[in-house]
């Protein structure tokens, strides 16, 4: 029995556990209500931004409305919490100031995720600029040393690296420069993985193709092991494969389409919070649209699974 193989019938079981659907929600007046707009929209995993996605100025988190925010989790169900560093992040960077800018951005999120009891910090790794990784790797191995030593030992709060779509020499494009990455630094428990459909799908990943699907989770298992996913960014594309630029699509709106199913169906999957990141146009209930149809999706994709189990 191959590696896949395997990783399908260790995870067989798993479809009795639901998929935490979830999405990247605004923040407008208070962390609370995001986490009030997740319950409307019947979603339980919720990605924010801690501060402008397009600024270095990182606010101070006030304690009493880090209390509220946790207080208002229970209530509105939502099982995880992650926060998206800003983008300008880049660790890769051969601009010291710039470099020192993007270690700041993001200890500055891990004490705000910390702060609200987030159980992550999802971010991107940056380009090394055509000096190729190998080269940046020792400024990068010790940004994220310096993040990590400050966190207290009690939180849930993870470094959460997210893949690349390929663009502009960025680094994380492939699971094997990850998986240098977290070498390079020691493979603490509190780093994990994020993985973006769309940007798999932009580096080459046809994630239509069941045996490829089956192929790539039996990969992550073999190079980080399952528990280190910690989440999925659910985005369609509008570039065809392989196009190496990152432009997400509304779910089922874009050139992956309905064959999202493939990849959301995997038993190995279900139970991982499965973000979405692209609201549609419908201003008045943004994601409402799109949560309606990830969970088609889902169903989808859990009902082929099954059909390709029984032969049917």
């Known amino acids: 029995m191959d590696a896949a193989a395997a990783l399908r019938r260790r995870h067989r079981g798993d479809y009795d556990r639901p998929m935490q659907y979830g999405a990247h929600l605004p923040v407008a007046g208070g962390g609370q209500k995001a986490l009030e707009r997740a319950r409307s929209l019947g979603a339980t995993s919720l990605q924010i931004f801690t501060q402008s996605p397009r600024m270095w100025r990182h606010p101070v988190v006030d304690p009493d409305v880090a209390e509220r925010f946790r207080a208002a989790r229970k209530p509105a169900r939502v099982k995880t919490v992650v926060c998206h560093a800003t983008y300008l992040i880049n660790l890769g960077a051969s601009d010291p100031e710039l470099y020192e800018k993007s270690v700041g951005a993001l200890h500055n999120t891990m004490r705000a995720a910390q702060a609200i009891g987030a159980e992550g910090v999802v971010f991107h790794l940056g380009s090394h600029l055509g000096r190729g990784l190998d080269a940046v790797m020792p400024q990068v191995a010790e940004a994220l040393t310096g993040v990590l030593a400050e966190v207290d030992e009690t939180s849930p709060t993870h470094l959460v690296i997210e893949n690349s779509a390929g663009a502009g020499g960025t680094m994380g494009v492939g699971l094997d420069e990850i998986e240098q990455v977290m070498d390079a630094i020691g493979r603490p428990a509190r ?17 239509t193709d069941p045996g490829r699907v089956d192929a790539l989770i039996a990969e992550v298992d073999e190079r980080f092991g399952m ?25 089922g709106k874009g050139v992956i389409g309905r064959e999202l199913a493939v990849m959301l169906g995997h038993p190995a999957l279900q139970e991982i919070p499965a973000i979405m990141e692209t609201p549609g146009d419908d201003e008045a209930q943004p994601y409402a649209r799109s949560i309606r149809a990830l969970r088609r999706l889902h169903r989808a994709g859990v009902k082929r699974r099954a059909a390709e189990r029984t032969g049917a």
Do not use: F, K, M, P
């Open 191 to 207: 780093v994990s993985v994020c993985l973006d459909t769309c940007h798999l799908w932009a580096s080459g990943v046809d994630i």
């Open 227 to 251: 528990e280190r996913l910690s989440c999925l960014h659910v985005n369609d594309a509008a570039v065809d494969l392989g196009a190496q630029r990152d432009r997400h699509a509304e779910v």
